[in-house]
């Protein structure tokens, strides 16, 4: 039972009964769930984590890349790039490029504590993807994949 007092039926549950996009969004929020609950131990969030990852590939990303590689909102990021750049996690600079654009960049700190709570979140990947054998696990992958596809097409 999800919410609501005991006894009482679970109206959510019953609207998504046999929809695909909620038991997507159901094993989705679970994810995240468990991830959060992984990373707290290193101070971070999940996008904060998302966006520290990407930064350590990269040269640096502005806001905007990052918000949509991280697929939040403009504002979202901007809440995240504050807390992480308070936190010395990142560094932010004009861009040599576009003075309007400011360019994030991990800072050695940022990079150390990534790398540990990355770990982690491996840790919870490893330990979903060992619920599946190796031909469910490709499959799974698979159905995944093709779904993506299928929604990303225009009509």
């Given at each position: 039972?999800?919410?609501?007092?005991?006894?009482?039926?679970?109206?959510?549950?019953?609207?998504?009964?046999?929809?695909?996009?909620?038991?997507?969004?159901?094993?989705?929020?679970?994810?995240?769930?468990?991830?959060?609950?992984?990373?707290?131990?290193?101070?971070?969030?999940?996008?904060?984590?998302?966006?520290?990852?990407?930064?350590?590939?990269?040269?640096g990303m502005s806001?905007?890349?990052?918000?949509?590689?991280?697929?939040?909102?403009?504002?979202?990021?901007?809440?995240?790039?504050?807390?992480?750049?308070?936190?010395?996690?990142?560094?932010?600079?004009?861009?040599t490029l576009h003075?309007?654009?400011?360019?994030?960049?991990?800072?050695?700190?940022?990079?150390?504590?990534?790398?540990?709570?990355?770990?982690?979140?491996?840790?919870?990947?490893?330990?979903?993807?060992?619920?599946?054998?190796?031909?469910?696990?490709?499959?799974?992958?698979?159905?995944?994949?093709?779904?993506?596809?299928?929604?990303?097409?225009?009509?």
């Amino acid at each position: 039972m999800t919410g609501g007092t005991p006894g009482e039926a679970d109206p959510a549950g019953a609207v998504g009964a046999g929809r695909l996009g909620h038991t997507i969004k159901r094993a989705e929020q679970a994810l995240i769930a468990r991830k959060t609950r992984a990373l707290r131990e290193f101070g971070l969030t999940v996008p904060q984590y998302a966006v520290l990852l990407l930064l350590s590939t990269s040269e640096g990303m502005s806001a905007a890349q990052l918000a949509r590689a991280c697929m939040v909102t403009p504002q979202t990021m901007a809440t995240v790039l504050a807390n992480l750049a308070r936190s010395a996690l990142i560094e932010r600079v004009p861009s040599t490029l576009h003075q309007r654009v400011t360019v994030n960049r991990i800072s050695e700190s940022g990079r150390e504590l990534v790398t540990r709570a990355d770990r982690a979140a491996l840790a919870v990947e490893g330990a979903l993807a060992a619920e599946f054998g190796d031909h469910e696990l490709s499959a799974f992958e698979s159905y995944l994949e093709r779904a993506i596809a299928a929604l990303d097409t225009e009509e």
